[in-house]
């Protein structure tokens, strides 16, 4: 086989521009944008944000578009089934069940997210100071949150009831006594991780605070776990709502939550189901919701999962 013979003719040096050495060919993208991205690929949490936002819209104009009072006795028009003057029918009081429905679900999802807000704000300052001071002050602050969550949680909201006048604020704080345990454990064990990371012990080097340390550069990176522990507790106090409605210790009268019209709609569930149905369902579909959103964001932020 004959050998081809080059020449320095045959060569021609590349054209390079070293300005373009330290460009970088892919797009900058930062933890939240890349979690987003991630979270965006997710078709069955996608669809929970979607209903939690249709349920937020109707519970504020579902009442107006029926026309009708939530609480307005009618017994002329007791137990009937739905029509087109009554789009849920009617309780055994006459009640519009449509108007009553989205009228209880501003109820449910407020005490939803107040106990949650609640929950995240505690937890987040008892997890943070534990975990970042140690030793003592974490062995104390934990004792008292393992006596508090051992406390049977039913045994509370009683004594509250007893104590405190039946209301919403009641019902509330009842739910956040030991609701926010959770939240300070998963806390407490992602401050521990971050403490001794150099950027923290460089911001020591430089003068910050404690305050500034925990607030500042550990809690913000904990954002992640706080965020999915936030949308799971959120159904778990609609679910407790309903739960204490149903043992008549919920909302008072007047006013009206899903769990509350599940209690009363018990007794009739033979002869007249559709009372039961409607407030039964969206609570099983709020609950789906948020669970698929807080599994959606777990997936998104987990750093195990990142690709």
Known sequence: MSQVQLNQSDFEPLQVD????EKIAGEST????????RFRKNKLAIF???IIIILGILSFIGGPISGQNYYQN???NANQSPSAEHWFGTDNLGRDVFARTWYGAKISLFIGLMAAFIDLVIGVIWGAIAGFFGGKVDEYMMRIADILYGVPYLLVVILLMVILPQGLWTLIIAMTITGWINMARIVRGQVMQLRSEEYVMASRSLGASNTRLMFK???PNTLGPILVTLTLTIPNAIFTEAFLSYL???VPAPLASWGTMS?????ALQYYPFQLFFPAFFICLTMLAFNVIGDGMRDALDPKVRK
Request: aromatic share 14%; glycine share 14%; net charge negative.
């Open 18 to 21: 070293h300005s373009d050495a």
């Open 30 to 37: 930062s933890y939240w944008k890349d979690g987003w991205r």
């Open 48 to 50: 929970g944000v979607f």
């Open 74 to 76: 009618d017994l002329m």
């Open 217 to 219: 550069h550990l809690v």
């Open 248 to 250: 008549g210790l919920g």
């Open 263 to 267: 209690s009363d709609a018990l007794p």
